[in-house]
């Protein structure tokens, strides 16, 4: 579907939805609906004429459709009779129509719940690229207001808008046969005007609305965004420039909503008068014709019931429109993340990869995010089943683009990334990625238990293997040293827990998954000195027997890799192991010189401050010295 939301187009996308073709219980419910709808405009039109019967029959005429040839039918065409009849016609048409509803809501939540599933799943489906292009806050609002955009989408026209054109077309039938043209053609000018305006007027809210719904996603995003680093807001004392900030968008957000309010009375206000002339109109025509003997008072106030109960449905149709109106702009976003066309996607006929040995193979690859700015630069090596390959180099050398790229996360411009031998895009992404493992440097964890965050791995494990895990991971003691154990909340993101505690759970996660090639995304890169040597004994016992790739920050962890390469400017700068790159002399061996040296002073340094603070007087050497003094 095209980027710009249509009411014809996002009812033809609805439709299967509504009529949807795997489910007759509802489509079921959608004819009982019509049917019921039928019924309560049917009985709609029936409480003008029981209306005006009662009143002529109080007023001495004899309109009901009844002689009173005998005692019973004059009983039925009696005053009381007739204003009963009215009263229960009143009654049946509101049962009826709240049948309808109520028969009709479950067709319209499924429809809703459908479209929200599919947006949620789409989501899922893009790239990573769209995804760190859009902010998180605006993305969930996103789908946030299309699905309530969609509800009322469906609501509004299956249960007001065409029950209304019914109900219209209805009384213009009726008025035609029980009065004359003229009082139609009055009800067609007030009805054609009292539409123009509520179009022109609601266009005009439209930029309101628009600049409403802006502010309201912009406040959220700034919310969200500084919730999220609470910790950074705290280390800068910024709360009051963050506060600042989200009142400044949330004034926007008020002067927007003031001007919507606003602009909603002047349609509302608008509408009551120009309906109130054609009310009017009709009315003085009857008077007129009550004075001249062609109508009865009953046809009065027929006319008069007749042009309220149709002035609540045209109301209606006034609010049905603008609520229509403004749903497709909270949804114009939500289809245009559907029409998005996922960058990565499974072949025709993909197959699923199989994993023999698992070597996994670069050959001369090449890629980019910007097609102006070069990153991988034809990249051809092996990392044999079993073995460790360890990837290093300055920033930007392209080192964790190799990892996205194995994951298929994008997709390479040029050469080809094989697995035994299976070029990665001939195969299913969900084989691909059900295959590798990745501990990355900085591990998210979903805001539930530890549990929970451990079976991510794999989804159907026990409780027995989760806690197997653990232990292999190294969290284990951890976990049961807190209150509620495995069931420990992580809080959001994982932030209840520690840097290196977070990397266990990552560490456990894959060791749960159990793949047969891993990546080690810098795992320990973030780390400090201590908890990097604890969490590197656990990943090299993850690590025995599978084929691991490494993008290594310290060089310190990856001494015992079986082939190191080195990466500078998307080409290979050099490769071998630990020693051969030593002896060597290039630029591995620069960076290792420069790693040890900053590692020596810092060494250094803590050593010098242990020996002052040993040597520093305390306040109890100075209180002595000064009695000794005095002495």
């Given amino acids: 579907m095209a980027q710009k939301a249509t009411l014809g187009g996002t009812l033809v996308h609805l439709w299967p939805y509504i009529w949807p073709g795997d489910r007759a219980d509802l489509k079921m419910r959608v004819v009982w609906s019509v049917l019921l709808l039928l019924a309560a405009k049917a009985a709609t039109l029936v409480v003008p004429f029981t209306f005006k019967w009662a009143t002529d029959a109080l007023t001495g005429a004899d309109t009901a459709p009844v002689a009173p040839s005998n005692w019973t039918l004059w009983l039925l065409a009696s005053p009381l009779a007739l204003t009963l009849s009215y009263g229960l016609v009143r009654v049946l048409m509101a049962v009826l129509t709240q049948w309808r509803d109520g028969i009709f809501a479950q067709v319209a939540m499924h429809a809703v719940r459908k479209l929200a599933y599919r947006t949620f799943v789409h989501m899922h489906e893009l790239s990573l690229r769209f995804h760190l292009e859009r902010k998180t806050g605006g993305l969930t609002r996103v789908l946030e207001r299309g ?7 469906v609501r509004m026209v299956l249960l007001q808008l065409v029950p209304t054109i019914v109900e219209l ?26 539409m123009f305006y509520t179009y022109k007027a609601t266009e005009w809210r439209i930029a309101i609305r628009r600049r409403m719904n802006d502010s309201d996603s912009d406040a959220n995003q700034k919310a969200i965004d500084s ?12 709360e009051e420039r963050e506060a600042q900030r989200y009142d400044k968008s949330m004034q926007r957000y008020e002067d927007a909503s003031v001007s919507t309010y606003t602009s909603l ?17 009709t009315m003085l025509m009857c008077a007129a014709g009550v004075r001249n003997g062609t109508n009865t008072v009953g046809d009065f106030v027929m006319i008069n019931a007749m042009m309220i109960q149709l002035y609540q449905p045209l109301n209606f149709m006034g609010m049905v429109y603008r609520e229509i109106k403004q749903a497709i702009i909270d949804i114009e976003k939500m289809f245009a993340v559907l029409s998005r066309n996922p960058e990565v996607k499974d072949k025709p006929g993909a197959k699923p990869l199989q994993v023999a040995n698992g070597t996994v193979q670069f050959d001369d690859v090449r890629f980019s995010y910007d097609p102006a700015r070069p990153i991988l630069k034809g990249l051809s090596f092996e990392v044999p089943a079993g ?12 080192k964790s683009t190799i990892s996205r790229l194995l994951f298929r996360l994008y997709d390479i411009s040029g050469g080809a990334i094989r697995i035994d031998g299976q070029d990665i895009r001939d195969v299913t992404q969900t084989s691909l990625r059900s295959a590798i493992g990745m501990v990355p440097q900085d591990t998210v964890l979903f805001n539930d238990t530890i549990r929970y965050n451990i079976r991510y791995g794999r989804w159907d494990a026990t409780d027995a293997e989760v806690e197997e895990a653990a232990r292999t991971a190294q969290i284990d003691a951890f976990i049961k040293a807190s209150p509620k154990g495995y069931e420990t909340e992580v809080g959001e993101r994982g932030l209840k827990l520690s840097g ?12 749960l998954k159990s793949p047969p090639i891993l990546v080690l995304d810098e795992a320990t890169s973030a780390l400090d000195s201590h908890t990097e040597h604890e969490i590197q004994g656990a990943l090299e016992r993850v690590s025995q027997n599978r084929t691991s790739l490494v993008i290594a920050h310290r060089l310190s962890t990856i001494v015992g890799a079986d082939e190191i390469i080195v990466l500078d400017q998307g080409r290979i700068a050099e490769r071998g ?7 060597h002399g290039g630029l591995y061996a620069s960076m290792w010189n420069r790693q040890r040296e900053a590692e020596e ?29 005095a002495e």
């Fill in 227 to 238: 919730l999220l680093n609470y910790e950074t807001v705290k280390y800068f004392g910024a």
């Fill in 500 to 511: 290196g505690e977070k990397q266990r759970a990552a560490i456990a996660r894959t060791v």
């Fill in 169 to 194: 077309s209805l009384v213009m039938a009726v008025l035609l046969w029980q009065f004359d043209w003229r009082y139609v053609a009055v009800i067609m000018v007030t009805v054609v005007v009292y």
């Fill in 577 to 583: 192991t630990h020693a051969q790159l030593l002896e």
């Fill in 601 to 629: 002073a810092r060494e250094r340094l803590a050593m010098m401050d242990g020996e002052e603070s040993q040597a520093r007087p305390t306040a109890l050497d100075d209180d002595l010295a000064s009695s000794a003094a």
């Fill in 265 to 281: 009375a002047v349609l509302n206000a608008g509408q009551a008068v120009i309906f109130t002339f054609g009310l009017t109109g």
């Fill in 387 to 398: 073995k460790t390959v360890a990837i290093v180099g300055p920033s930007g050398a392209g």
């Fill in 147 to 153: 699905r309530l955009g969609i509800e009322v989408i």
